[in-house]
């Protein structure tokens, strides 16, 4: 009996040490490593516990999306949040989503179609070279992305881009993904890139930020 409880105690107490020291092992892979999240772990992201934390219907009016707007979202992954945001724009607006891996791609046009929503565009695109003209989105989110990009700062300046002078910018994060950025690096990035935080929202576990164009001078 004693013995069973000693077993016991020590999975109670060595399962999350082990999950602690698996994490750190990825993330400091991760940090010298950088390369998209294999499509096949889509599925697995997109589970029960993940939409009780970010519940996709109230995610895209955190990320302050408003019904009409034409948004872009980087990463789309499984195409939850992407349906959730076409459905918040409505008729009127339109979302454009992009990934580098097509396989993504597939997922979301495929779910689309599935779930009858036509106002979601999905094309195969690098967050460096945007195919979009300047100043072309109302916003544009990610979730879970920019942490996964090798070069954020040429990121961020693409977003400065194609972003209108009014529009915004949403990072969401959330700690259990190995490359979850802290969110004063991120604001530092973004500052640098010419944008200035509008709004944090949430907590160290799940955070949001919201940023708009500063003025540049000419
Ligand atoms: C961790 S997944 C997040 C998926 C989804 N946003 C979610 O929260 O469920 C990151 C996504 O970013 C995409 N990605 C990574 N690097 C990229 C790049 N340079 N340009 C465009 N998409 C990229 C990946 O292919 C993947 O779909």
Do not use: W
Not at 43 to 57: E, F, V, Y
């Amino acid at each position: 009996m004693i013995t069973l409880l000693r077993i016991l105690f020590y999975i109670v107490l060595g399962l999350p040490a082990l999950v602690i020291v698996l994490h750190t092992i990825i993330r400091i892979v991760r940090h010298f490593h950088k390369f998209p999240m294999p499509q096949f772990m889509a599925n697995a992201i997109d589970n029960p516990l993940r939409r009780k934390i970010q519940p996709p219907d109230k995610t895209p009016a955190r990320h302050g999306i408003e019904p009409g707007m034409i948004v872009l979202e980087v990463g789309p992954g499984n195409g939850t949040y992407t349906v959730a945001t076409a459905r918040r724009v409505g008729n009127r607006g339109k979302v454009v989503t992009i990934d580098i891996e097509p396989k993504m791609i597939e997922r979301v046009t495929r779910r689309a179609q599935a779930e009858g929503i036509d106002n979601i565009e999905a094309k195969v695109a690098d967050v460096y070279d945007l195919p979009f003209e300047d100043g072309f989105f109302d916003a544009i989110y990610m979730i879970a992305v920019i942490g996964e990009i090798p070069e954020p700062d040429r990121a961020m300046r693409e977003f400065y881009r194609v972003l209108s002078s009014s529009g915004t910018l949403a990072f969401s994060e959330f700690l259990p993904d190995p490359d979850y950025p802290r969110a004063k690096t991120l604001i530092r990035k973004a500052t640098a890139a010419g944008f200035r935080l509008q709004k944090k929202l949430g907590n160290v576990f799940y955070y949001t930020l919201i940023l708009e164009k500063e003025e540049r001078e000419c």
